[in-house]
């Protein structure tokens, strides 16, 4: 964590401000970055130097993104405490912090017993967000090499509200990054990034933000998600449509948008009738054991490859049969490795909540989220998904 952060994040519990107790450091040895700031990067106040942020040299910024925050903690007010392990600030609602330090960072309690103590308790929170927790936990810290190639397909969950270009320069906010490919994409195309996950895939969306000194990941939930409304904008992808209540998260998330500025979401649409069959699947695959799952998806995946997208890429070349060739399920992916249509098959029978939008259900989410301007497409060359932009207007209230 840099102390950068202590300006955007906020307590998920009560929206309080949080200080900051270190308990270990690393002087990181990045490239040196080149900042552009005719101003701090913090606005009111730089939590590295305890100064407010008209006080600071811009040209001393730099120093802030290249010490981490390894071990530490973050209090609130209110009396919640957070933990910072491996350099990623877990801002969970407690019963969640509570599942993830037990499952997870043992180790961590161990050094700090009394601090952050886990015996008893009860969790209330929904078992299907325990799943989602854990089972994008496996895939994320899994599938793991699937980065090299993603730029495109990142875009294409984006376009054409998001361009390369309105990256430059950005500070953003992304719900739900998974193992950090889409946050990577943005960090390179020169935005500051905030990430945030749900689950122990920060792990893996950690280790890519050593490559990108403005990425920061933090664990949390969409549904209280711990940041300021302090963004250019804020973006989501594949992520709604595997959350129990998508309208209380949108609301949740809008709570981050600034007025005036937009929300770009990604999300499944209603499927074709030769989908069927996979919704019948996943009746049985979401309880797999997650290896189990993952050796199934590759036979799907070689399945397909032979099936479906070896004939795509065949009949696609040929103009008179370009079009019956478009109708082939999941052909978009014979644009990209096998690798990545193992993920895919893996994504949506492993995911334990799985809906599927119309664009009537994606603009009165948006709406009764109190977004305006609402612009929903279909997304080009994939199976039906929409790509949706929102403006986050104050109500009016009539005199």
């Not at 209330?124 to 495109?152: L, P």
Request: hydrophobic share 40%; charged share 20%; glycine share 6%.
């Amino acid at each position: 964590m840099k102390y950068r952060l202590l300006e955007i994040l906020c307590c998920p519990g009560c929206s309080g401000d949080l200080r900051l107790d270190v308990f270990t450091i690393k002087q990181l040895q990045s490239e040196t970055l080149t900042l552009n700031n005719k101003t701090a990067s913090c606005h009111q106040h730089c939590g590295l130097r305890n100064l407010a942020a008209k006080d600071v040299n811009p040209s001393e910024c730099p120093d802030c993104y290249n010490i981490e925050i390894l071990e530490g903690k973050l209090s609130c007010q209110c009396g919640n405490i957070y933990p910072i392990i491996g350099g990623i600030p877990r801002l969970l609602p407690q019963e969640l912090l509570h599942e993830t330090l037990t499952q997870y960072h043992a180790d961590f309690v161990s050094k700090y017993p009394d601090m952050f103590p886990v015996s008893g308790g009860r969790i209330s929170e929904s078992r299907k967000k325990i799943e989602t927790m854990h089972a994008f936990g496996y895939q994320w810290t899994t599938f793991v090499r699937n980065f090299d190639y993603f730029r495109e397909i990142f875009l294409s969950f984006v376009r054409p509200f998001l361009s390369p270009d309105d990256f430059s320069n950005r500070l953003v906010l992304e719900v739900g990054c998974g193992s950090g490919r889409p946050a990577s994409i943005a960090s390179s195309l020169g935005a500051e990034v905030v990430a945030v996950d749900l689950s122990e895939a920060v792990q893996t969306a950690y280790a890519q933000a050593q490559h990108y000194p403005r990425l920061h990941i933090i664990q949390a939930d969409a549904y209280s998600l711990p940041v300021k409304p302090c963004f250019d904008f804020v973006y989501s992808v594949g992520v709604l449509q595997h959350l129990s209540d998508p309208q209380t998260a949108i609301k949740s998330i809008a709570r981050a948008v600034p007025f005036g500025h937009k929300l770009v979401i990604w999300v499944y649409g209603k499927r074709e009738l030769w989908y069927q069959p996979i919704k019948w699947l996943r009746k049985l695959t979401v309880k797999m054991p997650y290896r189990l799952l993952h050796r199934l998806s590759f036979v799907l995946a070689v399945l397909s490859e032979v099936f479906l997208l070896t004939p795509y890429r065949f009949l696609s070349r040929f103009t008179a049969t370009q079009s019956f060739a478009n109708k082939i399920p999941g052909h978009i992916y014979a644009n990209f490795p096998f690798k990545e249509n193992v993920l895919g098959w893996f994504d949506r029978l492993g995911a334990p909540v799985t809906y599927y939008f119309t664009k009537e259900d994606v603009e009165r989410m948006l709406t009764n989220a109190g977004f305006h301007h609402i612009n929903v497409t279909a997304r080009p060359g994939a199976s039906a998904s929409w790509v949706a932009e929102a403006t986050r207007l104050p109500v009016r209230r009539d005199s």
